[in-house]
């Protein structure tokens, strides 16, 4: 079913509908297919975007310049040597970029810097993370389920790790939208916030789909089709917070032994960067630290035929230039 989703904003799933989300997979799914083709999609060209970065990326940062470039939009990009947020209020940068591009895509901090930007600068705004939300994450990784199984609904998606922020809130909102059954496994404490549960509940009813919070693994594991995990520590947190992350959530690493408790069909989900073999800088000192070897997931879990993560992190590009097309005006 085509949407009209010109002029949208992209802030977070719960602004769209099921069919609207579902719209823009099938979006994806054929401009994936164009480009396997090698079909010119230029529809965009003459277009302006630009991308602020507030955190560093690999997948966020090339997804958008390759989908836009795809597209036929030119991209400027701004990190550090910009004035936003620092010399000059969100609210003035947003009328500022307004006046010169289409759209704007944020990557950064609190989910009220992309509102503004929204709301002040007159063009489509595009969330590429916040603390909040992951929108774009979401959307490849539906695409990738979708592609694995044939189908969304009743699919049982085991989330392992601290839910409380852009992953696991994001999973719950677009699960419960879409008809998965989305189980959280964890610690008591790193469970989303029970506003948020609430609120996906009342999605679920609509959709068939239900969300789960337990910290019994074996409960989590039954029948599941999509076992998928995060990094547990975000960068720059203190040497206290990992510690005490790492001791809480170590009983529920994805390992060869929680695999197995799951469909022997099942796929293994992660949306990167992993810590799963240590051998980064920043890994090696964590390991070392910390006494580990690996830490959300093993190395034979990441490396193995079940996993299925850089099948997920090609999607991002694919179901990101589908969200640009869709709000910039989908001309298909």
């Not at 799963?276 to 997931?297: D, S, W």
Request: net charge negative; charged share 25%.
């Amino acid at each position: 079913m085509a949407c009209d989703l010109k002029g949208r904003n992209f802030l977070t799933l719960k602004d769209f509908s099921s069919e609207e989300i579902s719209f823009m997979l099938d979006l994806a799914a054929d401009l994936k297919e164009k480009k396997k083709k090698g079909i010119p999609v230029d529809i965009h060209r003459g277009k302006n975007i630009a991308l602020i970065f507030e955190k560093t990326s690999t997948r966020t940062r090339c997804a958008f310049e390759v989908a836009a470039h795809d597209l036929g939009i030119c991209t400027t990009y701004l990190a550090e040597g910009s004035q936003i947020g620092k010399k000059e209020s969100i609210a003035d940068s947003a009328r500022v970029l307004g006046r010169m591009f289409d759209g704007i895509e944020y990557r950064g901090y609190g989910q009220q810097i992309v509102e503004d930007l929204a709301k002040y600068s007159g063009v489509v705004v595009w969330n590429g993370l916040t603390d909040e939300y992951h929108p774009t994450q979401m959307l490849a990784d539906m695409l990738t389920i979708r592609e694995k199984f044939g189908k969304l609904k009743g699919i049982k998606l085991v989330y392992f790790g601290d839910a409380r922020f852009n992953i696991g809130n994001s999973l719950c909102i677009v699960c419960s939208k879409l008809g998965l059954d989305l189980v959280i496994c964890g610690p008591q404490k790193y469970f989303p916030a029970q506003s948020l549960v609430s609120e996906c509940n009342d999605w679920c009813k609509q959709s068939g789909g239900s969300i789960t919070l337990t910290e019994d693994i074996d409960v989590a594991c039954k029948d599941a089709d999509v076992i998928y995990t995060d990094v547990w520590v975000s960068m720059g947190e203190p040497d206290e917070v990992w510690a005490e992350r790492i001791a809480d959530l170590k009983p529920y690493q994805v390992n060869a032994d929680v695999m197995k408790k799951a469909k022997p069909t099942a796929i293994f989900m992660h949306d990167l960067p992993s810590f799963h073999n240590l051998e980064t800088k920043i890994g090696k000192e964590v390991g070392e630290k910390f006494g580990l070897t690996a830490m959300e997931v093993t190395d034979d879990v990441f490396e193995s035929a079940q996993s299925v993560v850089f099948d997920e992190a090609e999607n991002r590009m694919h179901t990101i230039k589908a969200v640009i097309a869709a709000t910039l005006g989908n001309n298909f």
